[in-house]
T-cell receptor, first 117, second 117 residues
């Protein structure tokens, strides 16, 4: 298994540009999430999904869109990038309740470092 | 609303010293889960431990140990005989509800641990 993969690893955008951060997992996990990490603020939840076709907002959803058309993929879209979206973005996944075990937890991708000029 | 506080922003120790990283949490739920993640300089997030609110037993894994005390809402992490490879940012996180894997994690701001020779 490749686990959770994210592309690209680095990206520089100009203000107003749009782009999609890709996230994929090959573990047949139901739950997927996007977090952003900013200095001194830890990680904050942007959006999450409990299964294909179902998404919901997290703590800081403004400026981001998501969709979940397949179990494997959970892309994060920035419609009009702003300098405040400069951050490191992490995608995470975990099994659904049916796969719950005492060791089940969220697995994080390697992150995407985004800079908006 | 849930909250996680890691008051120690940065800790520096000399190799072989013991070090404790503090984590204090706030939640109104009776069922919740606590986590520790390690983020080495390479940037990925590495899962260390998950503990549910009904299990106050302390846990030891090699040089790592965790002390969970509901009475003080704390979940502290101790590294015994620290090594340079332990240098990283450590995050404490909280998830409420019955989804044990933590679909919606609230992170603390992290503690930067530097272990020097």
């Amino acid at each position: 298994n490749a686990g959770v993969t994210q592309t690209p690893k680095f990206q520089v955008l100009k203000t107003g540009q749009s782009m999609t951060l890709q996230c994929a997992q090959d573990m047949n996990h139901e739950y997927m999430s996007w977090y952003r990490q900013d200095p001194g603020m830890g990680l904050r939840l942007i959006h999450y999904s409990v299964g294909a076709g179902i998404t919901d907002q997290g703590e800081v959803p403004n400026g981001y869109n998501v969709s979940r058309s397949t179990t494997e993929d959970f892309p994060l879209r920035l419609l009009s990038a702003a300098p405040s979206q400069t951050s490191v973005y992490f995608c995470a996944s975990r099994k659904g309740l049916a796969g719950e075990t005492t060791t089940d937890t969220q697995y994080f991708g390697p992150g995407t470092r985004l800079t908006v000029l | 609303a849930q909250k996680v506080t890691q008051a120690q922003t940065e800790i520096s120790v000399v190799e072989k010293e013991d070090v404790t990283l503090d984590c204090v949490y706030e939640t109104r739920d009776t069922t919740y889960y606590l986590f520790w993640y390690k983020q080495p300089p390479s940037g990925e997030l590495v899962f260390l431990i998950r503990r549910n609110s009904f299990d106050e037993q302390n846990e030891i894994s090699g040089r790592y140990s965790w002390n969970f005390q509901k009475s003080t809402s704390s979940f502290n992490f101790t590294i015994t005989a620290s090594q340079v490879v332990d240098s990283a940012v450590y995050f404490c996180a909280l998830s409420e509800g019955v989804t044990g894997g933590g679909n919606k994690l609230t992170f603390g701001t992290g503690t930067q641990l530097k272990v020097e020779l």
